[in-house]
């Protein structure tokens, strides 16, 4: 946060200052750019209630090598530019005391006259609302029937449509059935056949499929006797 004074030192010598005492509205004024950190042009400083023994630099990271090579010139520059501002301060401040008193009593004004024509407005508009409401009322009254009438005459209309539809619907449904069972009736004997043929090679495959799982079973079978035989013989 900037108190009471700050100001910028710039790489050709300069220390930059506004009456508003923040930095980013010296930056911003003077047309800086704050991109270039390893290199930058210009550091901030700042000094506490004006005091020099509250002087400080105002930067995060490491300084530009031009600036500390200069640091006691730039001291000596802010805390000649301190004296000087010493002087002027109480009269700025007068000043500014007497520009926010104006500042104030303008915006006031300002506030009562707004204040006043919301008011005047809000009246006015109360009485229009209050003399169109009843026409309004009106108004809804006299066209009620006529929507209902509308919407009642587009009911039947519809419910005409979707009567004819479905009349219509009905017949080519009563058309089509015969044909469409014709057709099953056509195709059922060729379906049970593909499936007839379906499952009668499917009972070859498990029958082939049992027999080999048969045999392997019995040779198995027939090789665990001689393996316990082996097993059981007494060693020389």
Request: net charge positive.
């Amino acid at each position: 946060m900037c108190k009471y004074f700050s100001c910028i030192a710039t790489k050709d010598g300069r220390v930059l200052w506004t009456e508003e005492d923040s930095h980013e509205e010296v930056i911003t004024r003077s047309g800086l750019k704050d991109c270039n950190l390893e290199n930058r042009d210009f550091v901030r400083i700042e000094v506490d209630d004006g005091d020099m023994k509250n002087y400080k630099i105002d930067e995060q990271d490491t300084l530009p090598r031009w600036f500390e090579k200069r640091e006691s010139e730039f001291y000596k520059k802010v805390e000649s530019l301190l004296k000087k501002l010493a002087v002027a301060k109480p009269k700025c401040d007068a000043i500014n005391k007497e520009y926010q008193t104006k500042c104030d009593a303008i915006n006031k004004e300002y506030q009562t006259k707004c204040d006043a024509i919301n008011k005047e407005y809000q009246t006015k508009w109360d009485a229009i609302y209050k003399e169109l409401q009843p026409k309004r009322e009106a108004i809804n009254k006299e066209l009620q029937p006529k929507r209902d009438a509308v919407d009642k005459e587009y009911q039947t209309k519809r419910d005409a449509v979707d009567k004819e539809y479905q009349t219509k619907r009905d017949a080519v449904d009563k058309e089509l059935q015969p044909k469409r069972d014709a057709i099953y009736k056509e195709l059922q004997p060729k379906r049970d056949a593909i499936y007839k043929e379906y499952q009668t090679k499917c009972d070859a495959i498990n029958k082939e499929y049992q027999t080999k799982r048969d045999a392997i079973y019995g040779k198995i079978k027939g090789y665990l006797p001689k393996e316990r035989a082996i097993k059981s013989r007494t060693p020389p």
